[in-house]
């Protein structure tokens, strides 16, 4: 059965970068690891998605090493609306929709 | 712009009530999933469905069940709602095609369900 591991929390100031690591074993080796956020009283929202090495959007980045034992989250300059709980989501079973979402890393910006 | 609605927002039931939670979708997507969120244990499925009428149970199936008539709804039931059954209840959606495609999912906004 695939686990994840992330930090529970983490604090940051305005404009600094944000490193969040997700650790999961026992992954599917061409499936993505994919990364979502949520705000309070609202749905996990996606963020970003990859197999390997490093994925860039117009909001986050996205580093995979080539064990795909882990992965990191890379959010530039964060403001305070970045506060928020950080998911990564792994595949149990290749082929399949059976998701394994994390506990999550909440996040908090300071101004 | 994608829309998923859930039937409440807010619910408060009795033990041994059956519920029903409701989810509705506009963008015609094959796949749609239940999760249950609590606090330290993160999001866990309970339910998805890949077509009308099908179904495949997910990590905590327990307890629940789900239908599936027509491809823009899934309901998510407690046959006999439990105290531990209090939760954030979130439906979402996916694009069908081959699983190990995007997982790219939307979310409704949660039901908040209590059981008393």
């Known amino acids: 059965l695939a686990k994840t591991t992330q930090p529970i929390s983490m604090d940051s100031y305005e404009g600094q970068e944000v490193n969040i690591t997700c650790s999961h074993n026992?992954?599917?080796?061409?499936?993505?690891i994919t990364w979502y956020q949520q705000f309070p009283s609202q749905g996990p929202r996606f963020i970003i998605q990859?197999?390997?090495t490093k994925v860039t959007n117009e909001v986050a980045s996205l580093f995979i090493p080539a064990d795909r034992k882990s992965s990191t989250l890379s959010l530039p300059r964060v403001s305070l609306s970045d506060t928020a709980v950080y998911y990564c989501?792994?595949?149990?079973?290749?082929?399949?929709?059976?998701?394994?979402f994390g506990t999550g890393t909440r996040l908090k910006v300071l101004a | 712009d994608v829309k998923v609605t859930q039937s409440s927002r807010y619910l408060v039931k009795r033990t041994g009530e059956k519920v029903f939670l409701e989810c509705v979708q506009d963008?015609?997507?094959?796949?749609m999933f239940w999760y249950r969120q609590d606090p330290g244990l993160g999001l866990r499925l309970i339910y998805f469905?890949?077509?009308?009428?099908?179904?495949e149970k997910g990590d905590i199936p327990e307890g629940y069940s789900v239908s599936r008539e027509k491809k823009e709804r899934f309901s998510l039931i407690l046959e006999s709602a439990s105290t531990n059954q209090t939760s954030m209840y979130l439906c979402?959606?996916?694009?069908?095609?081959?699983?190990?495609?995007?997982?790219?999912?939307?979310f409704g906004p949660g039901t908040r369900l209590t059981v008393t």
């Open positions: 990859g197999y390997k």
């Open positions: 979402a959606i996916q694009r069908g095609g081959a699983a190990g495609n995007s997982y790219e999912q939307y």
């Open positions: 989501l792994v595949v149990d079973q290749p082929g399949t929709y059976k998701y394994i």
């Open positions: 963008m015609d997507h094959e796949n």
């Open positions: 026992n992954i599917a080796t061409n499936d993505y």
């Open positions: 469905s890949y077509d009308v009428k099908m179904k």
